[in-house]
């Protein structure tokens, strides 16, 4: 209580003790501050995550999500690794070689709106966890795989259950930091993914050249599928370690759980400036509730009431029972009606614009990525077999798609098959010079964009990836 009766001056100051520890590319931020807060005055989301600030809860929250961001980079991209080692042991044709790259998304895809009703009515946290965790069990029906249509299944339904998690983590992680820090927050997380694209060629070219090949449990395994199971190894860290950490308090209070929201942001403010969590000088939060849920709520208790006066608890608890029946279809009806405006004038020709314009960058970029991989073993495949290096790349496609055609005629038959793949470190090793200069790229980007602007910038960078 003496901590309360104090100016405001001194816990300023204290407050700016945290700061000093940051790291650089969050220092140039303004120094915090609690601001001024009215006694009994409720507060919002942003005035109370202000308060709570940035410090050693933040950071070991991002540090906790490397791992996240990286499985859910490694679970779109690990096909392209090892398209060319496994081209033997499953008999792969390109169109096969196609549609594995090709399956996780479609599974994304197909469970992109259910994911996004469970997230605004379950919560960030619970989803995170689950979606990681659960992610393991079609992760180890895929290592275990022994032909092609096995594992297109498999990663069919990886992509369907990590199309949440793909989603929902920055969602997650900008929620639970000021408007101040989020900006950096995002370009941070296009840091981890970038990262994450430097560790797989890494991973790959430390397993995947050994040529293991074992028995287990009447299971044949070869590099691939142990390369495969190393690459789940995020997805555990990921489910783990978000237990540690509060439920969204954003979203919290959007639910009307405003007692949870109160207990998340004192977390947060005793972590980071190392106080107790009844020092938290909000006390109370606005009601954030959506107007629908507030007249329901509103009803409930008013017939509650009415009917308190007459000894009929059981008609009352029914009456309870069927609000919160009602409340995933209101919630469900709210969000089809958010979307309605972008699908109307006047933002129908704006919306259908930067649908067409995201489609178009996300075609040609995942396009190139998840065919290099595959790119650059059949020229290190051309090089090793012809001795050439002066080759062109139409030459070296045309031997991938004849040899691609004499396999397929070999597979069908057993007896005189012979297929045979040349699997060297320099293939590996061209992807990590490529994920490098995606990450340097990434990081110039996120201070270039604030001199320049992110429109312009986008512009330029089309341009330029036309003129090529």
Same mark, same amino acid.
């Given at each position: 209580?003496?901590?309360?009766?104090?100016?405001?001056? =001194?816990?300023?100051?204290?407050?700016?003790?945290?700061?000093?520890?940051?790291?650089?590319? *969050?220092?140039?931020?303004?120094?915090?501050?609690?601001?001024?807060?009215?006694?009994?005055?409720?507060?919002?989301?942003?005035?109370?995550?202000? %308060?709570?600030?940035?410090?050693?809860?933040?950071?070991?929250?991002?540090? #906790?999500?490397?791992?996240?961001?990286?499985?859910?980079?490694?679970?779109?991209?690990?096909? !392209?690794?090892?398209?060319?080692?496994?081209? #033997?042991?499953?008999?792969?044709? $390109?169109?096969?070689?196609?549609?594995?790259?090709?399956?996780?998304?479609?599974?994304?895809?197909?469970?992109?709106?259910?994911?996004?009703?469970?997230?605004?009515?379950?919560?960030?946290?619970?989803?995170?966890?689950?979606?990681?965790?659960?992610?393991?069990?079609?992760?180890?029906?895929?290592?275990?795989?022994?032909?092609?249509?096995?594992?297109? %299944?498999?990663?069919?339904?990886?992509?369907?259950?990590? #199309?949440?998690?793909?989603?929902? $983590?920055?969602?997650?992680?900008?929620?639970?930091?000021?408007?101040?820090?989020? &900006?950096?927050?995002?370009? *941070?997380?296009?840091?981890? +993914?970038?990262?994450?694209?430097?560790?797989?060629?890494?991973?790959?070219?430390?397993?995947?050249?050994?040529?293991?090949?074992?028995?287990?449990?009447?299971?044949?395994?070869?590099?691939?599928?142990?390369?495969?199971?190393?690459?789940?190894?995020?997805?555990? $860290?990921?489910?783990?370690?978000?237990?540690? +950490?509060?439920?969204?308090?954003?979203?919290?209070?959007?639910?009307?759980?405003?007692?949870?929201?109160?207990?998340?942001?004192?977390?947060?403010? =005793?972590?980071?400036?190392?106080?107790?969590?009844?020092?938290?000088?909000?006390? @109370?939060?606005?009601? @954030?509730?959506?107007? =629908?849920?507030?007249?329901?709520?509103?009803?409930?208790?008013?017939?509650?009431?009415?009917?308190? !006066?007459?000894?009929?608890?059981?008609?009352?608890?029914?009456?309870?029972?069927?609000?919160?029946?009602?409340?995933?279809?209101?919630?469900?009806?709210?969000?089809?009606?958010?979307?309605?405006?972008?699908?109307?004038?006047?933002?129908?020709?704006?919306?259908?614009? %930067?649908?067409?314009?995201?489609?178009?960058?996300?075609?040609?970029?995942?396009?190139?990525?998840?065919?290099?991989?595959?790119?650059? =073993?059949?020229? @290190?495949?051309?090089?090793?077999?012809?001795? &050439?290096?002066?080759? !062109?790349? #139409?030459t070296i496609l045309e031997y991938s798609v004849n040899k691609t055609q004499l396999l397929k005629s070999d597979f069908a038959d057993l007896e005189t098959a012979k297929c045979e793949v040349v699997i060297t470190a320099a293939s590996f090793t061209n992807n990590i010079t490529v994920a490098v200069a995606g990450f340097v790229g990434y990081f110039l980007a996120g201070f270039i964009v604030n001199r320049i602007g992110s429109r312009i910038m986008l512009s330029k960078c089309q341009?330029?990836?036309?003129?090529?």
């Amino acid at each position: 209580m003496a901590a309360e009766m104090t100016t405001d001056k =001194a816990p300023a100051d204290n407050d700016t003790l945290p700061n000093r520890t940051l790291p650089s590319v *969050l220092q140039s931020s303004e120094k915090q501050a609690e601001p001024e807060q009215k006694k009994d005055t409720p507060a919002d989301f942003e005035t109370a995550m202000e %308060v709570a600030g940035f410090g050693t809860f933040n950071i070991l929250l991002l540090i #906790c999500a490397c791992p996240a961001a990286i499985a859910t980079v490694s679970e779109t991209s690990t096909m !392209s690794f090892i398209l060319p080692s496994a081209e #033997c042991d499953l008999k792969l044709t $390109l169109l096969h070689k196609g549609l594995l790259n090709a399956i996780t998304y479609a599974g994304m895809i197909s469970s992109a709106v259910m994911w996004g009703y469970l997230a605004d009515t379950k919560g960030r946290k619970k989803l995170l966890i689950l979606g990681y965790l659960s992610s393991l069990i079609p992760g180890l029906g895929a290592v275990s795989s022994q032909n092609v249509i096995q594992l297109m %299944v498999f990663k069919y339904i990886t992509g369907f259950i990590m #199309c949440g998690p793909f989603a929902i $983590l920055m969602s997650y992680l900008t929620e639970l930091h000021g408007k101040k820090f989020r &900006s950096r927050i995002v370009m *941070l997380m296009g840091l981890m +993914f970038s990262v994450g694209n430097i560790l797989l060629p890494i991973i790959a070219l430390t397993v995947i050249p050994n040529n293991w090949d074992f028995e287990l449990l009447g299971l044949q395994f070869h590099s691939w599928q142990v390369f495969l199971a190393i690459t789940m190894i995020p997805n555990l $860290l990921g489910g783990i370690l978000l237990n540690f +950490f509060p439920e969204s308090p954003k979203f919290l209070m959007s639910q009307g759980r405003n007692a949870e929201a109160m207990r998340a942001f004192q977390r947060i403010y =005793a972590l980071n400036h190392s106080k107790p969590r009844e020092d938290f000088p909000i006390k @109370e939060l606005i009601n @954030e509730l959506p107007s =629908a849920e507030k007249e329901s709520d509103a009803s409930t208790v008013s017939i509650a009431t009415i009917e308190s !006066s007459i000894p009929k608890e059981k008609e009352a608890m029914s009456s309870n029972e069927h609000v919160k029946e009602k409340k995933p279809k209101i919630n469900f009806r709210q969000g089809w009606e958010q979307l309605r405006p972008l699908l109307s004038k006047p933002y129908l020709g704006l919306s259908a614009r %930067v649908y067409l314009m995201n489609f178009a960058i996300l075609f040609g970029q995942n396009t190139l990525r998840l065919w290099i991989p595959q790119m650059f =073993a059949s020229i @290190e495949e051309y090089e090793q077999m012809h001795g &050439s290096t002066g080759s !062109s790349m #139409c030459t070296i496609l045309e031997y991938s798609v004849n040899k691609t055609q004499l396999l397929k005629s070999d597979f069908a038959d057993l007896e005189t098959a012979k297929c045979e793949v040349v699997i060297t470190a320099a293939s590996f090793t061209n992807n990590i010079t490529v994920a490098v200069a995606g990450f340097v790229g990434y990081f110039l980007a996120g201070f270039i964009v604030n001199r320049i602007g992110s429109r312009i910038m986008l512009s330029k960078c089309q341009n330029h990836n036309n003129k090529k």
